[in-house]
C-alpha cells in the first residue's frame, strides 16, 4: 500500500507541519515533471508542478477573509509531494507556488489550480556579476555561480541579512553552502579563465542588453564541459560531468513489452549528425594594466558624509565594445568639497570578470569629478572552428550538420575532443526510445508501480518492444506524473537517454579495461 502526502508550507519555516499544510485529502489531480525530455540535452526544463484542489468551502480562495489561509496563500510557499510504500518515504518533487488559479462560479466546479515551478527562475532571474575565474574546474565555477542565487530559505534555510525569520544564525537559518541546494559532480575539465565574455550584445530594443544571468553563464560551464545540469526531485541543482553516464551502472528497471506506451524512432533528423562543428573563442590578454576599462566622463557622483556610495560599472574597449579584464585598479581619483567642507573621499573596487563594484566613501561629503578604471583587458581574438565529419555517412544518409557554440572553451583541442565524441555518437542511423510510459494503481499498486516510486533521473533501463524488435539500455533524463481519481490511477513517463553500446576504458573494472576490445578511450 502507497500513502501519498501532498503539503504546502503556507508558513514557509520549513517543517510542513501546519495544521492546513497537508492537502492531500483535497486534491482532485497532481501533475509535475522534472529533468528534460530530449536525448543529448545539457540543460534541463524547469520543474514544474499543478496541483487541483477541491475549494467548496473557499480555503484556497486568497481574497476570502474568513478562509482559516488568508494571508497565506501566496507564491513562494514551498509544495511537497511525498510517498510511503511501508518501507521508504520518498520525496517526488519539491518546488513553490508561482500562481494561485480559483474557478470562479459557486455553481461551478469549485476549484482551486496551484501552479508551482522549481528552483530554474531564481537562476534566471540573477544577473551574474561573478570575479573572473581563472584555472577552476567546472563544478567550482557553478558553484561559485549558484552563490549568486538567492534561493527561497525553506529549502536552503540560507541566512539573508536583516530579514526577519531568515538571520537567526543556528536557529531559523543556517550559514548557506552551495551542498545545501546543490550535487555537483567534480569536473573533468578546468577552464584557464570563464566570465569574461558572458557579455550579451545589444537586443532588439534600444536598451544594451548586456547582462548574462546565472542559468545562461551555468550553461556555457555545462556546454564546456559536456555535461548536463538539472534539478532533482528534493529540488536540489544537480551538476553532471562529462563522464556521469559513460559508466555502465545498475541495471535498475527492464521494461519487455510492459509499457503502455512507448515513442520511438529509427535514425531522427534530430539525432542522426554527421558533420560536427564546434566554435571556440580564444582569448587575449593586453600585456600591461594601464588599459582603461572604464571613466566617468562628463558626469559628477555625489557621495553623502558617511553614506557609501556604490556603483557598478562595465568594461569596455575603445569602441564602446563589453570586454572582460584583470588586475583592475581605480586611478585617477578627482573630487571636490561638498558644501564648504574640505573634501575627502576614497574609492574601494571589487573587480568582477567584466566590470566591477566601487564603492566611494566620505567622511566629509565630496563630489567626484574624474574616476578611471584601469587594468588588462581581455579581449575576444576570434572564433576558431573545430570540425569533426565521417564521409561515409554523408554519402549514404546525406550531410546532417551539428553546430555547437562554446563561449568558455578557448583551446581547440578540447573543441575537437567535442566535436569528435558527437560525430562518433550520432553518425550512424539508430532506433532510439525517447520515453517510456507505465500506469499503475496509485494505492495499491501493481504493474510497474515499483519502478514508478523509485526510477528517477539517471537510473539505467532496457527497453525492448516486439513489434519494432528493439532492445537497448537507456539512462533517464526526464519523468512526469499524473496521479487523478483520488491518487487511484498514476501514470508516469520517464525521458529517456541511450547509454553507451562501447564503455570507455577505466583502469581495473572488469569488462571495461581490454582496450580496443571491450572498450574505448575517451576525453
Known amino acids: 500500500m502507497t500513502i501519498w502526502t501532498i503539503s504546502i508550507d503556507w508558513d514557509r519555516n520549513g517543517d510542513y507541519a ?182 550579451r550584445e545589444a537586443g532588439f530594443n534600444s536598451l544594451s542588453q548586456d547582462n548574462y544571468d546565472v542559468y545562461r553563464a551555468i550553461g556555457d560551464i555545462t556546454a564546456a564541459e559536456h555535461g548536463k545540469f538539472m534539478f532533482s526531485r528534493d529540488g536540489k541543482a544537480e551538476f553532471w560531468n562529462r563522464h556521469h553516464l559513460l559508466h555502465e551502472g545498475t541495471l535498475k528497471a527492464t521494461f519487455d513489452d510492459t509499457m503502455t506506451e512507448m515513442t520511438y524512432t529509427h535514425a531522427g533528423l534530430d539525432y542522426l549528425k554527421n558533420d560536427v562543428i564546434v566554435v571556440c573563442h580564444p582569448c587575449k590578454v593586453s600585456d600591461t594594466s594601464d588599459n582603461v576599462l572604464w571613466e566617468l566622463g562628463d558626469s559628477v557622483i555625489r557621495v553623502e558624509k558617511d ?113 569528435d565524441f558527437e560525430r562518433d555518437r550520432r553518425k550512424d542511423p539508430v532506433g532510439m526510445t525517447h520515453s517510456i510510459t507505465v500506469l499503475s494503481h496509485g494505492k495499491k499498486g501493481g504493474g510497474q508501480h515499483t519502478q514508478q516510486l523509485a526510477l528517477t533521473l539517471g537510473d539505467l533501463v532496457r527497453a525492448k518492444e516486439t513489434q519494432t524488435a528493439h532492445d537497448a539500455k537507456y539512462h533517464v533524463i526526464g519523468e512526469a506524473h499524473e496521479l487523478t481519481h483520488g491518487a487511484t490511477l498514476w501514470k508516469t513517463t520517464w525521458y529517456v537517454e541511450p547509454a553507451p553500446t562501447v564503455y570507455p576504458w577505466e583502469l581495473g573494472v572488469s569488462g571495461h579495461s581490454n582496450l580496443g576490445i571491450s572498450t574505448r578511450l575517451t576525453y
Open 307 to 419: 553614506k557609501p556610495r556604490p556603483l557598478y560599472v562595465k568594461f569596455e574597449d575603445e569602441s564602446g565594445n563589453r570586454i572582460g579584464a584583470k588586475e583592475v585598479t581605480v586611478t585617477d581619483l578627482e573630487f571636490e568639497g561638498h558644501g564648504t567642507a574640505t573634501a575627502m573621499a576614497t574609492a574601494t573596487v571589487e573587480a568582477k570578470a567584466n566590470g566591477a563594484e566601487i564603492t566611494f566613501i566620505s567622511t566629509t561629503g565630496a563630489v567626484v569629478t574624474k574616476c578611471v578604471v584601469k587594468g588588462r583587458k581581455i579581449i575576444d581574438s576570434g572564433q576558431i572552428e573545430a570540425k569533426a565529419i565521417d564521409v561515409g555517412s554523408i554519402v549514404d544518409y546525406g550531410r546532417r550538420t551539428l553546430r555547437i557554440n562554446l563561449p568558455s572553451i578557448d583551446n581547440i583541442e578540447q573543441a575537437q575532443y567535442i566535436a
Open 18 to 199: 501546519g495544521t492546513y499544510d497537508d492537502v492531500t485529502s483535497r486534491v482532485l489531480q497532481a501533475n509535475w515533471f522534472l529533468g528534460m525530455r530530449k536525448p543529448y540535452q545539457e540543460m534541463a526544463h524547469n520543474s514544474m508542478c499543478v496541483i487541483v484542489l477541491s475549494n467548496a468551502d473557499r480555503r484556497f480562495s486568497p481574497d476570502y477573509a474568513t478562509s482559516p489561509l488568508h494571508g497565506k496563500i501566496l507564491p513562494q510557499r514551498p509544495i511537497r509531494i511525498q510517498s510511503n510504500d511501508g518501507t521508504d518515504t520518498r520525496t517526488h518533487w519539491l518546488g513553490w507556488i508561482e500562481a494561485v488559479e480559483p474557478v470562479v462560479n459557486k455553481y461551478g466546479q469549485r476549484v482551486t489550480k496551484i501552479l508551482a515551478s522549481g528552483p530554474l527562475p531564481y537562476y534566471k532571474a540573477a544577473e551574474t556579476k561573478l570575479a573572473l575565474q581563472e584555472d577552476k574546474r567546472t563544478d567550482e565555477i557553478i558553484g561559485e555561480l549558484l552563490k549568486e542565487v538567492v534561493i527561497p530559505p525553506a529549502l536552503s534555510r540560507a541566512w539573508i541579512l536583516d530579514r526577519s525569520g531568515n538571520s537567526e544564525v543556528g536557529e531559523t537559518t543556517y550559514l548557506a553552502d552551495v551542498t545545501a541546494y546543490s550535487k555537483l559532480d567534480i569536473g573533468q575539465l578546468t577552464l584557464g579563465m570563464a566570465g569574461d565574455n558572458w557579455i
